[in-house]
């Protein structure tokens, strides 16, 4: 199959208006994809390269290249070149990987150009991008959405369920199964304003802290011990705590959902950031390990004795989790049997305000009866915590890729120094609406002092409000810190930049405000 008709559906998906028509276009290319080509074209299709990053940028990309009079790409050589790029590395590979990506841009057309350009530096943007080439998967293959969606959660890979189910058939999926040793696709939450919204929502649940660690799946299958993260990369190696704890557990057969955290000497959680750079890192891990302990805190589990859990309610699955897991090792939880009663209302809130005290990011409230649906963000999850904003200005924007093409979109974010300077303390481009796109692209073009073709310099003059989860160290901005998912919840155009923030008022604290979760922020832990 050629890549140009992939392009061409790409534009049809992004300019249809309504889902139905968007899953419409893509079931009838499936449809018609050969077998060996259907993993290519379903991940192409939902916006992902089966390599995963392979470290080619805009800047990359930013050279013109003449494109192809006609189209003669196909999908499996684009396939074959993308994995050459993915696969050099080391000495004397830059000149390589340039070489391989001129030659795949020159082979495409224009239309090609686009879709491959979007494609690697991960801007393909046709709306819902995996929910809609799921559904689009099921409507080509007869089977129903629910059916692949589980598949899709059992194994983990989307292009490999579609490529079974659109040759062999909806029976296909009787073959994806729970088994200990295939990590599962985690079961992700929903945002709550405040405990009492969760708990009108959820009815009877569990109310749980919410942990900023490093998301873990263990599984056990006799003296075979793999832990996977939440994007089911396996990490068993750098964790050798984890192993000889899960190794000591009294059962033999399981699959557990935990996070991985670090306690200081005074008994608080260290930063995520800390704890990523530990499970990050792939060498001399005795070191690594002595330097940073890190423990597992469990709040699930999804198989007990080799029988899959999975579809058993809440409760039964904590009663579980107890008998395989001590209690120094489960996460802290109240339960809430009646959500009308004040004195539980009050108990779960005052559980809330004691998990920040002792330093988490917030609570987890799980309704009691729900299962585990992996690989979706369900309405029995929602985690509630504190979201700050700050009143920032901004200090330079950068041209937009993409859908962004032509505005000024990921902006350069300052608090207010001593000597009326401006300190930047990061960047961010979420939770920007067409509208405010729009609006900050003419505003900022007002206050341009200069363009270089990708950044342009501005009056720092705009204030905007930015929401963010927090601060992190980071040797890449003036004062050490960087902001942790940042987004922008608004401009301020009726405030002077005298009145922004200040990096005092960063550094210390002090007295943040605080706005409701709002969509566009990525999340960590077991949110």
């Given at each position: 199959?050629?890549?140009?008709?992939?392009?061409?559906v790409?534009?049809?998906?992004?300019?249809?208006?309504?889902?139905?028509?968007?899953?419409?276009?893509?079931?009838?290319?499936?449809?018609?994809?050969?077998?060996?080509?259907?993993?290519?074209v379903?991940?192409?299709?939902?916006?992902?390269?089966?390599?995963?990053?392979?470290?080619?940028?805009?800047?990359?990309?930013?050279?013109?290249?003449?494109?192809?009079?006609?189209?003669?790409?196909?999908?499996?050589?684009?396939?074959?070149?993308?994995?050459?790029?993915?696969?050099?590395?080391?000495?004397?590979?830059?000149?390589?990987?340039?070489?391989?990506?001129?030659?795949?841009?020159?082979?495409?057309?224009?239309?090609?150009?686009?879709?491959?350009?979007?494609?690697?530096?991960?801007?393909?943007?046709?709306?819902?991008?995996?929910a809609?080439?799921l559904e689009?998967?099921?409507?080509?293959?007869?089977?129903?959405?629910a059916?692949?969606?589980?598949?899709v959660?059992?194994?983990?890979?989307?292009?490999?369920?579609?490529?079974a189910?659109?040759?062999?058939?909806?029976?296909a999926?009787?073959t994806?199964?729970?088994?200990?040793?295939?990590?599962?696709?985690?079961?992700?939450a929903?945002?709550?304003?405040?405990?009492?919204?969760?708990?009108?929502?959820l009815?009877?649940c569990?109310?749980?802290?919410?942990l900023?660690?490093?998301?873990?799946?263990?599984?056990?299958?006799?003296?075979?011990i793999?832990?996977?993260?939440?994007?089911?990369?396996?990490?068993?190696?750098?964790?050798p705590?984890?192993?000889?704890?899960a190794?000591n557990?009294?059962?033999?057969?399981?699959?557990?959902?935990?996070?991985?955290?670090?306690?200081d000497?005074?008994?608080?959680?260290?930063?995520?950031?800390?704890?990523?750079?530990?499970?990050?890192?792939?060498?001399?891990?005795?070191?690594?390990a002595?330097?940073?302990?890190?423990?597992?805190?469990f709040?699930d589990?999804?198989?007990?004795?080799?029988?899959?859990?999975?579809?058993?309610?809440?409760?039964?699955?904590h009663?579980?989790?107890g008998?395989?897991?001590?209690?120094?090792?489960?996460?802290?939880?109240?339960?809430?049997?009646?959500?009308?009663?004040?004195?539980?209302?009050?108990?779960?809130?005052?559980?809330?305000?004691?998990?920040?005290?002792?330093?988490?990011?917030?609570?987890?409230?799980?309704?009691?009866?729900?299962?585990?649906?992996?690989?979706?963000?369900?309405?029995?999850?929602?985690?509630?915590?504190?979201?700050?904003?700050?009143?920032?200005?901004?200090?330079?924007?950068?041209?937009?890729?993409?859908?962004?093409?032509?505005?000024?979109?990921?902006?350069?974010?300052?608090?207010?120094?001593?000597?009326?300077?401006?300190?930047?303390?990061?960047?961010?481009?979420?939770?920007?609406?067409?509208?405010?796109?729009?609006?900050?692209?003419?505003?900022?073009?007002?206050?341009?002092?200069?363009?270089?073709?990708?950044?342009v310099?501005?009056?720092?003059?705009?204030?905007?409000?930015?929401?963010?989860?927090?601060?992190?160290?980071?040797?890449?901005?003036?004062a050490?810190?960087?902001?942790?998912?940042a987004?922008v919840?608004?401009?301020?155009?009726?405030?002077?930049?005298?009145?922004?923030?200040?990096?005092?008022?960063?550094?210390?604290?002090?007295?943040?405000?605080?706005?409701?979760?709002?969509?566009?922020?990525p999340?960590?832990?077991?949110?």
């Amino acid at each position: 199959m050629l890549l140009a008709r992939l392009a061409h559906v790409s534009e049809q998906v992004a300019a249809a208006s309504a889902r139905s028509g968007k899953i419409a276009v893509l079931a009838e290319l499936f449809a018609a994809t050969s077998p060996a080509e259907a993993p290519l074209v379903i991940a192409y299709l939902a916006g992902r390269l089966p390599q995963g990053r392979i470290g080619v940028g805009w800047r990359s990309l930013g050279a013109h290249i003449p494109p192809a009079g006609h189209a003669t790409l196909t999908v499996t050589d684009t396939g074959h070149a993308l994995d050459a790029l993915a696969q050099a590395t080391g000495p004397g590979s830059r000149a390589g990987r340039q070489r391989v990506l001129l030659d795949l841009m020159a082979a495409a057309t224009a239309p090609e150009q686009r879709f491959l350009a979007r494609l690697i530096t991960g801007e393909v943007r046709q709306g819902a991008l995996d929910a809609i080439a799921l559904e689009a998967v099921a409507k080509a293959s007869g089977a129903s959405a629910a059916d692949v969606r589980r598949a899709v959660m059992l194994d983990g890979s989307l292009p490999r369920v579609g490529q079974a189910v659109l040759t062999r058939g909806p029976a296909a999926l009787e073959t994806f199964r729970l088994r200990v040793g295939t990590p599962v696709q985690p079961m992700l939450a929903h945002t709550a304003k405040s405990v009492p919204e969760a708990l009108a929502v959820l009815g009877p649940c569990a109310v749980e802290e919410k942990l900023d660690g490093v998301r873990v799946q263990v599984h056990r299958q006799g003296d075979d011990i793999h832990v996977y993260t939440r994007s089911l990369d396996e990490i068993t190696d750098r964790l050798p705590e984890v192993r000889e704890i899960a190794r000591n557990l009294p059962g033999d057969n399981f699959i557990l959902d935990g996070e991985v955290i670090a306690l200081d000497p005074r008994g608080r959680p260290v930063p995520f950031q800390d704890i990523a750079s530990r499970v990050g890192s792939r060498v001399d891990v005795p070191t690594a390990a002595a330097a940073r302990p890190v423990a597992p805190v469990f709040f699930d589990v999804l198989a007990a004795d080799g029988d899959s859990l999975l579809d058993r309610p809440g409760h039964e699955r904590h009663d579980a989790l107890g008998r395989l897991v001590p209690e120094r090792l489960r996460v802290r939880r109240t339960v809430v049997t009646d959500p009308a009663d004040p004195v539980e209302r009050q108990r779960a809130e005052a559980f809330f305000a004691a998990a920040l005290r002792r330093g988490h990011e917030g609570v987890m409230a799980k309704a009691l009866d729900a299962p585990y649906t992996a690989g979706r963000r369900g309405r029995s999850w929602l985690k509630v915590k504190p979201v700050h904003t700050l009143d920032l200005v901004v200090l330079a924007a950068e041209w937009g890729h993409g859908r962004r093409t032509g505005l000024l979109s990921n902006l350069h974010l300052g608090a207010r120094a001593p000597d009326g300077t401006f300190v930047m303390l990061g960047k961010t481009f979420k939770g920007l609406t067409d509208s405010m796109l729009g609006w900050q692209t003419a505003r900022l073009s007002e206050l341009a002092l200069s363009d270089d073709g990708s950044t342009v310099r501005v009056r720092p003059e705009l204030v905007v409000e930015i929401a963010y989860d927090g601060l992190q160290r980071s040797p890449r901005y003036p004062a050490g810190v960087t902001l942790r998912f940042a987004r922008v919840v608004r401009h301020r155009p009726d405030k002077a930049a005298a009145q922004a923030d200040t990096i005092a008022h960063v550094l210390t604290g002090g007295a943040p405000r605080t706005c409701p979760p709002g969509p566009g922020v990525p999340q960590s832990g077991n949110g």
